[in-house]
């Protein structure tokens, strides 16, 4: 013999709304200027400098060493 148990969608609307107003609540206390994960506390991010402006020379050049590897073995 088996129970018959029906679902109702109270359950979940309820469920739903108490995701959606954690969910909320933690949008806004991450947009008051709250880091979460820490990342400019370390110690090791004190002496890091953004990227210069001379990047993309290293970017022509990783991709010709690539063409270059892959046109060698190719031959």
């Known amino acids: 013999m088996g129970i018959m148990v029906s ?3 109270e359950d979940n609307s ?8 954690d969910l ?7 947009e008051r200027g709250q880091d979460p994960d820490l990342v400019e506390d370390s110690d090791y991010a004190k002496d890091l400098k953004t990227t210069g402006k001379y ?10 060493a690539i063409i270059s ?7």
């Open 7 to 9: 679902k109702t969608n």
């Open 14 to 21: 309820r469920l739903n709304d108490r995701i959606n107003a």
């Open 24 to 30: 909320r609540v933690r949008a806004t206390e991450t």
């Open 55 to 64: 990047t993309w020379i290293w970017i022509v050049l990783i991709i010709l």
């Open 69 to 75: 590897v892959v046109v060698i073995v190719m031959i």
